[in-house]
T-cell receptor, first 108, second 114 residues
């Protein structure tokens, strides 16, 4: 198993702006998942992108995957205060290993 | 269909006592994972279990920590002779068991050691 590394560690933007977070990993994967964690709660699965996909959308979320660069990005469009949370990527493996995440703060 | 249930939500123990954390996976899920999270940090993998089997315990401390997932009943994470450094949030997650399947998390147990 491997751990994804999220970048930046912290991101603060104004409500309505777009937020972009990046994830890098080291070895080949079958898929990559993104999770969100609100303060004090368990992680919530957001989206899974497979290695043969380059881009995937879910509502205001857009995820890209570049297997040649071993990187993924998560874009949240038209951010809302409720998007304030930590976001984690998890490169596919039998057991998921999480990094430090990106702490996203949406300012009203 | 209830989600992953963890109890208790908060657990306070004195140094030297035992802590037992329980996790009931989602209905139909046979794989359970335990994670530990310290404040302002990410989740650290502890152990991965299937019914009656420990698949991967590479993240478990060698002493005082044990986990089980019996044929009947919830998964249990047991910490013997707790120390202050064990204070953390412990999260359980479950999956259907297919490799790379997404995880469903419980709300966690906050363990405080006095």
């Amino acid at each position: 198993s491997q751990q994804g590394e999220e970048d930046p560690q912290a991101l603060s933007i104004q409500e309505g702006e777009n937020a972009t977070m990046n994830c890098s990993y080291k070895t080949s994967i079958n898929n990559l998942q993104w999770y969100r964690q609100n303060s004090g709660r368990g992680l919530v699965h957001l989206i899974l992108i497979r290695s043969n996909e380059r881009e995937k959308h879910s509502g205001r979320l857009r995820v890209t995957l570049d297997t040649s660069k071993k990187s993924s990005s998560l874009l949240i469009t038209a951010s809302r205060a409720a998007d304030t949370a930590s976001y984690f990527c998890a490169p596919g493996a039998q057991k998921l290993v999480f990094g430090q995440g990106t702490r996203l703060t949406i300012n009203p | 269909n209830a989600g992953v249930m963890q109890n208790p939500r908060h657990l306070v123990r004195r140094r030297g006592q035992e802590a037992r954390l329980r996790c009931s996976p989602m209905k139909g899920h046979s794989h359970v994972y335990w994670y530990r999270q310290l404040p302002e940090e990410g989740l650290k993998f502890m152990v991965y279990l299937q019914k009656e089997n420990i698949i991967d315990e590479s993240g478990m401390p060698k002493e005082r920590f044990s986990a089980e997932f019996p044929k009947e009943g919830p998964s249990i994470l047991r910490i013997q002779q707790v120390v202050r450094g064990d204070s953390a949030a412990y999260f359980c997650a479950s999956s259907e068991g297919v490799t790379n399947e997404k995880l469903f998390f419980g709300s966690g147990t906050q363990l405080s050691v006095l």
